[in-house]
């Protein structure tokens, strides 16, 4: 078992002990008062953390299956996907597997898409909705969901957001950048242990989505929002993680959801120091992402010539830090310290020291 401190995954991030220990307390019956009463602490700390005034949907599952509810329930007609990395790559997939005419515009995997482009094919053809990736976690690149928001709302469609490593540590405005529908994970900026996807949908989307055929059972939004209006989740919850989650959101809340904005691009920042330091000693780490479009939760690193991501993630276990390696296509390329969560300035120096450690030549 790795101690606190050392665990620098990017997702599922390290979580705190008393988040832990919260799993432990007993059952209660999730149809009664005591866990309304619970689920209406959940919905103040969840509206502060997505900044909406909107029920904030709580399913006991992965954030795929929300990015599914957000494909079910979108409005009839092509969807647009925005894909620039495995997970946008993903929510396209998910798009297909539920029966949906998909338009993928592709961008390269380490950017964030143009606006010109986007504004291009969304005048192209007529689209119902355009779906995509805040925080892309396999490349680093955080993405302008407020232009993009714009720009899909000015050609009638409405924008699918998957934020799971963007929620609780990039900013993010649900209300005020009018965004249709945001998914996250409980176990990325959160930092509750894996088994929760949360999601926002506007009014409007509910509303059409009440017109949606085929939407299915087990995800259908407008179920969810009847239910959550009542303080009640539609399905049995995940009581357990509700209590972790719970502990969390108090934690945040004291912290204050901007101060934790600051403490993750605080993070971001010495990740961007370390990796020019390196350049100086001849050491060639680069981001993949460029400036101005890097995630402030994730860095996406690329490997020096001669070595391979997986080779410098065992190097750094070996020194007491778990980091990630490349993923999908670039899996061999690149490494990825995830910088999210509960972790501190403090906790991802000593991580990047040992990273310098596993760097240099031999």
């Keep these: 078992m790795t101690?606190?401190?050392?665990?620098?995954?990017?997702?599922?991030?390290?979580?705190?002990?008393?988040?832990?220990?919260?799993?432990t307390r007993p059952m209660i019956a999730h149809r009664g008062a005591e866990f309304e009463a619970l689920f209406g602490e959940?919905?103040?700390?969840?509206?502060?953390?997505?900044?909406?005034?909107?029920?904030?949907?709580?399913?006991p599952c992965s954030a795929t299956g929300m990015m599914e509810a957000a494909v079910r329930c979108a409005p009839q007609g092509r969807i647009l996907a925005l894909v620039n990395g495995a997970f946008a790559d993903r929510f396209a997939q998910v798009a297909r597997a539920c029966g949906r005419e998909v338009t993928v515009l592709d961008a390269a995997w380490g950017s964030a898409h143009g606006l010109d482009a986007v504004e291009?094919?969304?005048?192209?053809?007529?689209?119902?909705?355009?779906?995509?990736?805040?925080?892309?976690?396999?490349?680093?690149?955080?993405?302008d969901v407020r232009a993009l928001a714009a720009l899909a709302h000015a050609h009638g469609a409405m924008i699918l957001v998957d934020s799971v490593t963007g929620v609780a540590g990039a900013p993010l405005e649900t209300d005020a950048w009018g965004l249709?529908?945001?998914l996250t994970g409980s176990q990325k900026a959160l930092a509750v242990p894996p088994g929760l996807a949360l999601a926002v949908a506007t009014e409007a989307f509910v509303e059409r989505a009440a017109s949606t055929p085929n939407r299915g059972l087990?995800?259908?939004?407008?179920?969810?929002?009847?239910?959550?209006?009542?303080?009640?989740?539609?399905?049995?919850?995940?009581?357990?993680?509700?209590?972790?989650?719970?502990?969390?959101?108090?934690?945040?809340?004291?912290?204050?959801?901007?101060?934790r904005w600051v403490r993750h691009?605080?993070?971001?920042?010495?990740?961007?120091h370390w990796a020019h330091g390196l350049h100086a000693r001849g050491i060639d780490v680069d981001f993949l992402?460029?400036?101005?479009?890097?995630?402030?939760?994730?860095?996406?690193?690329?490997?020096?010539?001669?070595?391979?991501?997986?080779?410098?993630?065992?190097?750094?276990?070996?020194?007491g830090f778990v980091i990630g390696g490349g993923y999908g296509r670039l899996r061999d390329t690149t490494f990825r310290i995830g910088h999210m969560g509960d972790h501190t300035p403090d906790g991802l120096a000593r991580c990047l020291d040992a990273c310098t450690q596993a760097l240099a030549p031999s």
């Design 180 to 182: 249709d529908f945001v």
């Design 218 to 259: 087990y995800f259908d939004l407008v179920e969810y929002e009847q239910f959550a209006k009542k303080n009640q989740t539609p399905n049995t919850p995940a009581l357990s993680l509700l209590y972790a989650l719970q502990e969390q959101l108090r934690h945040i809340m004291a912290e204050g959801i901007e101060a």
């Design 265 to 272: 691009a605080a993070m971001l920042q010495m990740v961007e």
């Design 289 to 319: 992402a460029p400036p101005g479009a890097r995630s402030p939760t994730v860095s996406t690193l690329t490997a020096p010539a001669g070595m391979k991501g997986g080779d410098i993630v065992k190097r750094v276990a070996a020194l």
């Design 3 to 23: 101690a606190f401190g050392t665990f620098f995954l990017p997702g599922p991030t390290e979580v705190r002990h008393e988040v832990l220990a919260a799993m």
């Design 120 to 143: 291009a094919e969304l005048a192209r053809a007529p689209y119902a909705a355009m779906t995509v990736v805040h925080s892309e976690t396999s490349t680093g690149v955080l993405s």
């Design 42 to 59: 959940l919905q103040q700390g969840l509206r502060a953390v997505f900044r909406t005034a909107r029920p904030v949907y709580i399913a």
